[in-house]
């Protein structure tokens, strides 16, 4: 039997197609937390790998068996606040009142030129701000591949205001590392920017199918763009050309199988990013980029009850 047509693919609910503005994801929303801590870290994709381990879902038709579980590996330096931000409320949101910036490393230099004013933290008084954030930035060069260049981004803490100014004034000039913030079978959003397609027709960035022989010159289009008369505007539903990959992307409830060192892995070497070196973090399932990207995992927004943890018995590479 001969398929004659299938559904089209290419979810509308991933919009806008639309190409990032740079290669790691701005947050645009945190989850609430008590416990004064980031509530966000960040790592760099090294790539997939299988661990064999044990079903411990009590409703799992394999409970008690031995599972294959993809996973991706993200290796997790250190990363440091660079400064410390007062929002004041205007309007419907807030704004920055006022940033305090810490003494700029070598490295951070590469990327911003900013003045430490860091005995003004002394004078703060939390209560004229409504909200209290910091902005980190990471260290790559503790990473398995040859990058200088940190990234920089901003970061929510939870806790009440005076517990946040607390914290950032005990770690302004320490490393905050991945065990402060994430923990072991625990549910965690992935903020990244997808790998880039660059422009691609309908057919790969939608899956349209081909016109049938000897139907029209035009292959490749997409079918009726409107009506005849008057109709001067496409709607956004009907697949075109355009942008493809290079999108900020949200995934969320991602489990974390695992916190663990470099030597725990049957291999420290990964095909086209380098030799690890810091802990790194197996992460159930895919995750969005291609190697070299950074990571962003933060609390999850919205967390269901405390995963399964599989016992994990062996890492395949």
């Known amino acids: 039997m001969v398929k004659t047509g299938r559904p089209r693919y290419g979810s509308l609910q991933f919009s ?7 290669q790691y994801a701005k947050v645009r929303f945190w989850a609430d937390a008590k416990e004064t801590k980031p509530l966000g870290f960040a790592g760099y994709k090294v790539g997939m790998i299988h661990v064999i381990a044990t079903d411990t879902r009590k409703s799992s038709t394999t409970s008690g068996d031995q599972i294959a579980i993809p996973a991706t590996i993200i290796e997790c330096p250190p990363i440091k606040i660079n400064s410390a931000r007062f929002y004041k409320k205007k309007g419907y949101g807030r704004e920055i009142a006022k940033e305090v910036f810490f003494k700029v490393e070598k490295e951070l230099r590469r990327k911003i030129k900013t003045t430490p004013n860091e005995k003004e933290l002394d004078q703060i008084n939390p209560k004229e701000y409504s909200h209290i954030t910091i902005t980190v ?12 260049k940190p990234e920089l981004f901003e970061v929510h803490l939870g806790g009440t205001d005076e517990e946040k100014l607390s914290f ?14 994430l923990q072991e079978n625990q549910y965690t959003d992935i903020h990244a ?6 422009t691609q027709g309908p057919v790969k960035r939608f899956g349209i199918g081909l016109k049938s022989h000897k139907s029209e010159k035009g292959r490749r289009a997409p079918g009726a763009m409107g009506g005849w008369i008057g109709q001067q505007h496409w709607m956004w539903k009907v697949p075109k050309a355009g942008q493809t990959g290079f999108h ?14 470099p030597d725990d892995l049957p291999s ?3 095909h086209k990013y380098g030799k690890l070196k810091s802990k790194i973090i197996l992460v159930k399932g895919s995750v969005a980029g ?5 990571i962003i995992l933060t609390n999850a927004i919205r967390a269901k009850d405390k995963p399964s943890l599989p016992i994990i018995e062996t890492i395949v590479v």
């Open 16 to 22: 806008p197609r639309k190409k990032a503005k740079r």
């Open 137 to 148: 930035y990471t260290q790559p060069k503790l990473a398995g591949f040859g990058k200088k």
């Open 168 to 181: 950032i004034k005990e770690n302004k000039d320490k490393e905050i590392f991945l065990e402060q913030v």
């Open 193 to 198: 920017v997808t790998k880039g397609k660059g």
């Open 248 to 261: 900020q992307r949200t995934e969320y409830n991602k489990q974390i199988l695992k916190i663990m060192s």
């Open 268 to 270: 420290k070497e990964y």
């Open 290 to 294: 291609s190697k070299k990207r950074l």
